[in-house]
């Protein structure tokens, strides 16, 4: 369970970087998570972040309903957890 994401190619995507689930923190501190699809549709791509990030019994992240825009996380992000693992703490950019 030690394992690590590579973080590599997180730094070269942008926009496409982001996974349900995933969780950052901001620049001002704060820890977001990345909701669900059907809320990303409705404009509400981010929580505050969770107790519990992924569901390893059923391979899904878990993730409350979203409830702020795209915008709200202050940049730049810094990636922590993706899939229910640390990646390294990797900065993803100012503008995504």
Do not use: C, N
């Not at 394992?3 to 070269?12: C, G």
């Not at 901001?26 to 981010?46: H, I, K, L, N």
């Not at 059923?58 to 409350?64: A, R």
Request: aromatic fraction near 8%; glycine fraction near 8%; charged fraction near 30%.
């Amino acid at each position: 369970m030690d394992e690590k994401i590579p973080a590599e190619p997180l730094l070269q995507r942008q926009e496409a970087a982001w996974e349900w689930g995933d969780v950052v923190l901001d620049s001002e501190g704060s820890v977001w998570q990345r909701a669900s699809p059907d809320d990303q549709e409705q404009g509400w791509p981010w929580r505050h972040g969770a107790d519990i990030t992924y569901d390893f019994v059923h391979v899904l992240p878990v993730v409350s309903e979203g409830s702020h825009r795209e915008d709200d996380p202050a940049r730049p992000l810094t990636l922590l957890v993706r899939q229910g693992r640390p990646v390294g703490m990797v900065v993803v950019g100012d503008d995504h």
